[in-house]
């Protein structure tokens, strides 16, 4: 038995839109399993009225469930799709499924799968990654979507995370008034979000949330997979044990919205991730688990949008500056909007406000941006720490930062020298492909953006000889706003 076979528990899951209104899409989702078949009732509520017809349901509640095509023979979809819309599910299908199989079967945090069902060194094929899940869809329909979009529409793929808050913050300052896009899922993870939401729905105009069960279909989906260590599987962790396709769900669920506002630009919070630190594994190129964090997704998406007829652009305004400069341009510049951060995925209600738990890696990581940039945590929830058990807690936390994103801050706390090497954390970088900064920002919102960072940055880094450089802006001939 070849190892796909071994790991493939689903025989057949199925997408069947079902109810369809101004404010709801819901469908069942069916898995057939060791001949054994049930359903899960997915559901997608909307705020304000939207239209939505049979193709665009059946792919909001398609999403989901490419988190799990590694693991499932066929995915039939019981509703009208476009070429293009099989070319994106086969894509992010293939994409998705390595994903899984290196991030989550290899290259292990955790132990979230039974031992007997890890891949072996020969078994680590590019063809195993890729898995072979066959899409099956019988009703085909062309692209009939037709709309005229305003490129000065923008809005925000919002939570109470760094990033899309600075992204908020900057996009306001700069004049654009930007649409705040909030997913409301079902559990605990809301309480991340909610802070920032409560303060938006109070003080700004078009804010718009999305509410579904997608949290309690994961579960659902991973209640059935028997492959899975249940002891490590079912405790709280940092990682999910094989979900790595989110953003993508968010952003199909906004899409409604975006065509009853005729948005023009939807940005997300893809932060700086150093291309450096990425090297393939096995010979397998892959993301590390963010592929839909990065640009490669946005491009796609955007491209897939443009071939149904939607001219909306999705990209991000962060993406070649550091957690570390994120989170010090939010804190000194938009200090209101910095007090609804709440970057944790196990937050808490104490004395009627939300908390985050201070401990786990996502707050460790936090923490020590903010008092490596000299801000102060405790107004966005968190203890005060002495520095000493700060640093203990660091040691043994296992923070998941690149290398330089980690040791810059923990100098500059600790009062150490920073190294030359180092210098390029606060700074924008250029990444390899771009000839000037923000080139992946749209023109009309590039130099706005550009001069905000600038004002905080150490300068701009190019990547050379396997290490960030500092240039002189005047050599390349940059227009850069004074």
């Known amino acids: 038995m070849g190892y796909l076979d071994r790991i493939s528990v689903f ?40 239209k939505i017809d049979q193709n665009l349901a059946g792919l909001i509640l398609t999403m989901p469930v490419i988190n799990f095509t590694l693991f499932c023979r066929k995915l039939v979809l019981n ?6 819309d099989l070319e994106a599910i086969r894509h992010f299908i293939s994409v998705n499924n390595t994903e899984v199989f290196v991030n989550r079967l290899c290259r292990r945090r955790h132990e979230f799968f039974k031992a007997e069902f890890l891949p072996t060194e020969n078994d680590i094929t590019e063809e195993n990654a890729r898995g072979r899940t066959e899409v099956i869809a019988s009703n085909k329909k062309a692209d009939a979507y037709h709309y005229e979009t305003d490129s000065s529409r923008v809005a925000v793929l919002s939570s109470g995370g760094k990033e899309s808050l ?11 008034e930007p649409y705040a896009l909030f997913f409301n899922e079902s559990g605990g993870h809301w309480l991340t979000a909610k802070t920032a939401y409560s303060y938006y729905s109070a003080n700004f105009p078009r804010v718009h949330k999305v509410w579904s069960n997608v949290d309690r279909f994961y579960h659902h989906m991973l209640s059935r997979m028997n492959i899975l260590n249940p002891k490590v599987a079912g405790r709280r962790a940092d990682d999910y044990p094989v979900q790595l396709f989110i953003f993508p769900v968010y952003v199909f669920s906004m899409i409604p919205i ?5 948005i023009g630009n939807v940005v997300l919070g893809d932060e700086f991730d150093d291309p450096k630190e990425m090297p393939p594994f096995h010979g397998i190129r892959h993301y590390y688990g963010i592929y839909d964090q990065t640009a490669d997704f946005n491009r796609y998406f955007s491209k897939y949008l443009r071939n149904k007829g939607i001219g909306t652009d999705v990209w991000s305004a962060v993406y070649p500056i550091s957690g570390f400069m994120v989170e010090k341009i939010l804190m000194e510049r938009y200090r209101n909007l910095f007090s609804t951060q709440r970057s944790c995925h196990s937050c808490h209600v104490k ?18 941006f903010i008092l490596g940039g000299g801000g102060d945590p405790t107004r966005i ?3 005060r720490i002495e520095t000493e058990k700060f640093e203990e807690m660091l040691r043994t ?12 801050p923990n100098r500059k706390l600790m009062g150490e020298p920073i190294p030359d090497r180092l210098n390029h954390v606060p700074g924008i970088h250029i990444l390899p492909g771009e000839n000037e900064p923000l080139s992946l920002v749209p023109a009309q919102f590039r130099a706005g953006i550009l001069k905000i960072m600038s004002q905080t940055s150490s300068g701009f880094y190019e ?20």
């Open 463 to 482: 990547l050379s000889s396997g290490g960030w450089t500092r240039i002189d802006p005047d050599q390349k001939n940059w227009r850069i706003a004074s």
């Open 166 to 176: 600075l992204t908020y913050g900057m996009l306001r300052e700069l004049g654009h």
């Open 258 to 262: 975006i065509l009853q506002e005729r």
């Open 11 to 50: 025989e057949k899951v199925e997408v069947t839109p079902g109810e369809i209104s101004e404010k709801r899409v819901s469908g069942d989702i069916t898995v057939t399993s060791t001949g054994k078949t049930d359903s899960y009732h997915l559901i997608f509520k909307y705020s304000n009225p939207v």
């Open 79 to 84: 509703f009208p799709v476009s070429d293009s």
């Open 351 to 368: 004395d009627g406000s939300i908390i985050p738990c201070g401990v786990c890696s996502k707050c460790l990581g936090i923490q020590l």
């Open 397 to 408: 936390g296992r923070v998941r930062l690149d290398p330089d994103e980690f040791e810059y």
């Open 381 to 383: 929830g968190y203890m």
